[in-house]
């Protein structure tokens, strides 16, 4: 049974631009969570979502960051017009339950310039 | 979620048990207490977790004060590879979904 999958493991972006996560949660698993770490820190919950709905948003920045998690494919973390602060590692966990465990996948590193 | 207190950082020799404690004086009745772990900012591992109850899996155990105000993972014999950074995180499990709260956690340091 595959892991959480997340790709790009890493993505370097200019300032302005767009960076697209993608998580593909285990199999059977339809709950996601969304995790940034930014340098020397601990991990921070981003967004919650099941599919086709994001249950808790509350440690996502309200400008400029979107998830969303369809009927078919990964869930995405998008985020526009990048600036430096948002350099981080981005972990994705998944479930097959609210109650369950998470399981995280390798996480993508931003890097803005 | 209850905060966590945990030793910012120890040392193990190789080949002996590691014991890292937790203390979670202010946890709820329906919370429960997980450790994860973190090798070299890869992605956080799950090792295991508990309510009341003493537990063991292949990984590591998990003993939980009477009065569940404290804990401490046992890592049985250590090895280089268990270097990391641990965190024990105490979560309510019901069906409202709850994130990990995670804390600075336990940097081990397994020594040859």
């Known amino acids: 049974n595959a892991g959480v999958m997340q790709n790009p493991r890493h993505l370097v972006r200019r300032r302005g631009q767009e960076a697209r996560l993608r998580c593909s949660p285990m199999?059977?698993?339809?709950?996601v969570y969304w995790y940034r770490q930014l340098p020397e820190e601990g991990l921070k919950f981003m967004v919650y979502l099941q599919k086709e709905n994001i249950i808790d948003e509350s440690g996502m920045p309200k400008e400029r960051f979107s998830a969303e998690f369809p009927k078919e494919g990964p869930s995405i973390l998008r985020i526009q017009q990048v600036v430096r602060g948002d350099s981080a590692a981005y972990f994705c966990?998944?479930?097959?339950?609210?109650?369950?465990?998470?399981?995280f996948g390798p996480g993508t590193r931003l890097l803005v310039l | 979620d209850a905060k966590t207190t945990q030793p910012p950082s120890m040392d193990c020799a190789e080949g002996r048990a590691a014991n890292l404690p937790c203390n979670h004086s202010?946890?709820?009745?329906?919370?429960?207490v997980y450790w994860y772990r973190q090798i070299h900012s890869q992605g956080p591992q799950y090792i295991i977790h508990?309510?009341?109850n003493n537990e063991t899996n292949e990984m590591a155990s998990l003993i939980i004060t009477e009065d569940r105000k404290s804990s401490t993972l046992i890592l049985p014999h250590a090895t280089l590879r268990d270097t990391a950074v641990y965190y024990c995180i105490v979560r309510v499990v019901d069906n409202a979904g709850n994130m990990l709260t995670f804390g600075g956690g336990t940097r081990l340091m397994v020594k040859p």
């Open positions: 202010t946890i709820s009745g329906n919370e429960y």
């Open positions: 966990a998944s479930s097959p339950a609210v109650q369950e465990t998470q399981y």
């Open positions: 199999k059977g698993h339809s709950h």
């Open positions: 508990g309510l009341k």
